[in-house]
């Protein structure tokens, strides 16, 4: 069965410095992955995604991930953070084009950003 | 750019009333879906759905859950007496391929 693990519950970044968000996964096949933010109150809105190819991909907001397969991981970074990106991340795992495949998402990580 | 969007943003229902929640997906998506998410927890999939009938349900989706598309364009879920451990969040969500885009959710309190 497909699971996602983010380990950290929450972070607390000072505003500029570097962030990364931790996100490990379970797949029976190479697995397409997603980064959502939720604000407070907020849908969901797509960060990025990983399908294949190149192992580092950018998304909106600055924001960008890395695949590594050997360590079933796809965390996420941002080397200066802003005081709006204080929200809930979530990390997922699935493959839609497949059979409508559902995702599978993580607890999350809730980040909060101080002056 | 093209959004699911979902009506209400906010219900307060009382507990054994029945709850239609309204989503528009975007309009050439093929597969539509129903997530849900409880205060503090984590996005949890109901139900997906495809070519007029459900394609996969959870242990979540039990019989007071049922989805409709009445027309060409919305997609329902229907709670049929609720309770009070419905109250969360609930998404909408559609994908014409590889990417499922969300909706801004709608918030369910049952009182």
Known sequence: AQSVTQPDIHITVSEGASLELRCNYSYGATPYLFWYVQSPGQGLQLLLKYFSGDTLVQ?????????????????????????????????????????????????GTRLTIIP | EPEVTQTPSHQVTQMGQEVILR???ISNHLYFYWYRQILGQKVEFLVSFYNNEISEKSEIFDDQFSVERPDGSNFTLKIRSTKLEDSAMYFCASTSGNTIYFGEGSWLTVV
Not at chain 1, 60 to 89: C, M, T
């Open chain 2, 23 to 25: 989503c528009v997906p």
């Open chain 1, 59 to 107: 998304g909106i907001k600055g924001f960008e991930a890395e695949f590594k397969r050997s360590q079933s991981s796809f965390n996420l970074r941002k080397p200066s953070v802003h005081w709006s990106d204080a929200a809930e991340y979530f990390c997922a795992v699935g493959r839609p084009n497949f059979g409508n495949e559902k995702l599978t998402f993580g607890t």
